[in-house]
C-alpha cells in the first residue's frame, strides 16, 4: 500500500463527491449542492498538495532541487486554499462545505477498512454461503437506510433554516415596519428550539433514569441527575476492582478460571503496549494504558445490560478520560525533558537563525496540536458509543411501530442485531482505539533511541 | 506471567498502525480547534473575524505539522524495519 493507494482514494473521492453534490443538489438547494461539491474538491487539492509536500520531503530518489520545487508548490497551493477556504465559508453553507470535506476522508477510511475485510477469516466465513452474505447484506442496507434517513432530516432542516433566514430578510426590507414583530417570533422560536434542545433525545430507561423520575424534585434526586453518568462510570470502576482483586488475591501456579482469564488479559495488554512503545519505556506505561482500555470496555458494554447505561455516551466522561491523558503525557514530557526541554519542544526545537524566527508561529501551533489531541479522543469515543445507542433506540422504536397496529404488548426486537454487533465490534473496537491513540501520543513525546528515529523529542535529546 | 519473546516485524508494523490511525482525527480536529479558539479571541477581543481566520490557518499548519512528523516517523521506522 503506497501512493497508488492514495490515487485509486482520490479518482473515488471525485466521483463520490460528484454524485454526493448531485443528490444535495436536486435533494435540497443549489447552493447545497454547491458546498458540498466545493467542499470536496478543496479537500482533494489539499490532499493533493500535502502529498506534494511530504513526498518531496521524504522521497529518497528525487533530486534536492526537484524535492524544494515540490513542496515549495506544495506550501504554496496550501496557502492559496486557506484563502479560498475562508472566502467559500463566508459564501457557501458550512455544513455542506464540512460534508464535502469528509468525503475524502470517508472514502480513505472505507477503502482501508475493506481492504482488511476482504482478507479476513469472517468476510470468507460470510461470503462461504449465499443465504449468509444475502442476510448480511440486508442488514448493511437496512442500517445505511436507517443512517441516510437521519442524515437527511438534519440537512433539510438546516436548508429550511437559511431558506427561512433569507425569506425573513427580504421581508424586513420590504416592510421595516414588521422588522419588530418578526425578531418577536423568531426569539420565540429560538426559546422553542432551546428548549426542545434542553430535553435531549429520547434513550432506553435505566435504574437511575427511573428512580430519578419517580423522584422528582427531592434534593437527593437533583444530585442523582447531575451525577448520573458520573455514578454509571463509578459502579463500573468498583465491579472491575472486585473482579481484579478476587482474581489476584490467592494466586495459584495452576490458575483457576477467573485468575487464567485475568492473566491472559494483562499479559496481551503487557505485548501490545510494550511493542507499540519498545521494551525501554513500555512496561512503565501499561498498567495505565491496560486499565484504560478495559474501563472503557466495560464502560461501552455497561449500556447493552438491560436498565443501564454506557457512561461513555456522555462527553464529560470521555472528556475526563482524554484530559487524564493530555495530563499524563505532558508530566511524562516534562519528566523526561525537564522544563526547558519542553518549552524547546513547543517552540519546534529551533536550531538556527530561522527556526528562532519562527518560534512565535510554532509555539500557537504546537498548542493547538497537542490541544487537538484530547478533543479527538473525546469527540470520538463519545460520538461512536452515543451513535450505536441512538440506533438502538431508533430500531426498537421501530419494531415497537411494526407492531403497534395488532395492539401487541411488545415489539419486534429489531435492535438485537446491533447490540451483538456492538458487543463483538463497536464497543471493544472504540476502546482499542482510544487507548491506541493514547499510546500513539506517549511514543511522539519520547525519545525513541531502539527503534527508528525521527522526532524533536529525540532531536533535543541528540542537542544535550 | 512470562511475556512472549518480541518479533520486531510485528512491532514495527503495530507501531507504523498506531501512528497513522492518529492522521484523520488530527487532520480534522486541529483546524475546527483553531477555528472555535479564534472565534472565542475574537469576541473575547471584539476583533470579528480576524483572529478567527488566523486560528483556522493556524489550526490548519498545526495538522500539516502532526502530520509531517508522524509521516517522517513511519518512514523511520520502516527503514529500521528493513535493515533489521
Known amino acids: ?18 454524485v454526493a453534490a448531485l443528490i444535495a443538489g436536486s435533494s435540497f438547494t443549489l447552493s447545497t449542492g454547491l458546498g458540498v461539491a466545493a467542499g470536496a474538491v478543496w479537500s482533494l487539492l489539499n490532499l493533493l498538495a500535502l502529498e506534494a509536500i511530504v513526498t518531496g520531503r521524504v522521497g529518497a530518489r528525487l ?5 524544494m520545487r515540490r513542496i515549495a508548490v506544495g506550501g504554496s497551493a496550501t496557502l492559496a486554499l486557506f484563502i479560498a477556504g475562508a472566502v467559500l465559508l463566508t459564501q457557501l453553507s458550512p455544513i455542506a462545505l464540512m460534508v464535502g470535506f469528509l468525503i475524502p476522508f470517508a472514502v480513505l477510511v472505507l477503502k482501508a477498512a475493506s481492504m482488511l475485510l476482504l482478507q479476513s477469516s469472517l468476510w470468507r466465513r460470510i461470503t462461504a454461503n449465499p443465504w449468509q ?12 437506510w436507517f443512517a441516510a434517513t437521519g442524515t437527511h432530516g438534519v440537512l433539510r432542516a438546516n436548508a429550511q433554516e437559511s431558506h427561512a433566514t433569507t425569506t425573513e430578510a427580504h421581508a424586513a426590507q420590504a416592510e421595516p415596519a414588521t422588522t419588530e414583530a418578526h425578531a418577536t417570533e423568531t426569539e420565540h422560536a ?41 455514578i454509571y462510570a463509578m459502579i463500573v470502576a468498583v465491579i472491575l476492582s472486585i473482579i481484579f482483586i478476587t482474581a489476584a488475591r490467592n494466586p495459584q501456579m495452576v490458575p483457576g478460571p477467573l485468575q487464567n482469564v485475568i492473566e491472559a488479559a494483562v499479559e496481551g495488554a503487557y505485548n501490545f503496549f510494550v511493542g507499540i512503545l519498545g521494551p525501554k519505556y513500555g512496561p512503565r506505561f501499561v498498567p495505565f494504558l491496560g486499565t484504560l482500555f478495559i474501563y472503557i470496555w466495560a464502560m461501552n458494554f455497561f449500556g447493552t445490560i438491560p436498565m443501564m447505561h454506557s457512561p461513555t455516551a456522555n462527553l464529560n466522561i470521555t472528556v475526563a478520560m482524554a484530559l487524564t491523558v493530555f495530563g499524563y503525557v505532558q508530566f511524562t514530557a516534562f519528566k523526561e525533558l525537564g522544563f526547558m526541554g519542553w518549552l524547546d519542544h513547543m517552540a519546534g526545537s529551533p536550531r538556527s537563525a530561522i527556526g528562532w524566527a519562527l518560534v512565535p508561529l510554532m509555539m500557537p501551533v504546537h498548542l493547538i496540536g497537542e490541544l487537538a489531541k484530547p478533543i479527538s479522543l473525546s469527540c470520538r469515543l463519545f460520538g461512536n458509543i452515543f451513535g450505536e445507542d441512538m440506533l438502538l433506540v431508533g430500531f426498537a422504536t421501530l419494531g415497537i411501530t411494526a407492531l403497534s397496529s395488532l395492539h401487541m404488548p411488545f415489539g419486534l426486537p429489531l435492535q438485537l442485531p446491533f447490540m451483538f454487533l456492538g458487543v463483538l465490534i463497536t464497543q471493544p473496537v472504540q476502546a482499542l482505539v482510544f487507548t491506541m491513540l493514547s499510546t500513539v501520543y506517549f511514543l511522539l513525546m519520547l525519545p525513541h533511541g531502539d527503534h527508528g528515529h525521527g522526532h524533536e523529542a529525540e532531536a533535543h535529546h541528540n542537542a544535550h | 506471567m512470562n511475556p512472549k519473546q518480541p518479533d520486531p516485524k510485528k512491532e514495527s508494523w503495530l507501531r507504523s498502525t498506531s501512528l497513522l490511525l492518529a492522521i484523520p482525527s488530527l487532520l480534522v480536529i486541529s483546524p475546527l480547534c483553531g477555528l472555535f479558539l479564534g472565534r472565542f479571541a475574537d469576541r473575547w477581543l471584539k ?11 493556524l489550526g490548519f ?5 502532526e502530520i509531517y512528523l508522524i509521516i517522517r516517523r513511519v518512514k523511520a521506522e520502516q527503514e529500521s524495519a528493513r535493515r533489521r
Open chain 2, 47 to 57: 476583533t470579528t473575524p480576524r483572529l478567527e481566520y488566523a486560528g483556522l490557518a
Open chain 1, 133 to 144: 452474505a444475502a442476510a448480511f447484506l440486508a442488514v448493511v442496507i437496512a442500517a445505511s
Open chain 2, 61 to 65: 499548519l498545526a495538522a500539516i505539522r
Open chain 1, 190 to 230: 429560538a426559546a422553542e428550539g432551546e428548549h426542545a434542545e434542553a430535553e435531549g433525545p429520547k434513550m432506553f430507561d435505566n435504574v437511575l433514569g427511573v428512580v430519578i423520575k419517580a423522584n422528582h424534585g427531592k434534593p437527593w434526586a437533583n444530585f442523582l441527575h447531575h451525577f448520573e453518568y458520573v
Open chain 1, 63 to 67: 533530486g534536492r532541487d526537484h524535492s
Open chain 1, 1 to 18: 500500500m503506497g501512493l497508488d493507494f492514495l490515487v485509486r482514494v482520490r479518482r473515488t473521492s471525485l466521483l463520490a463527491g460528484l
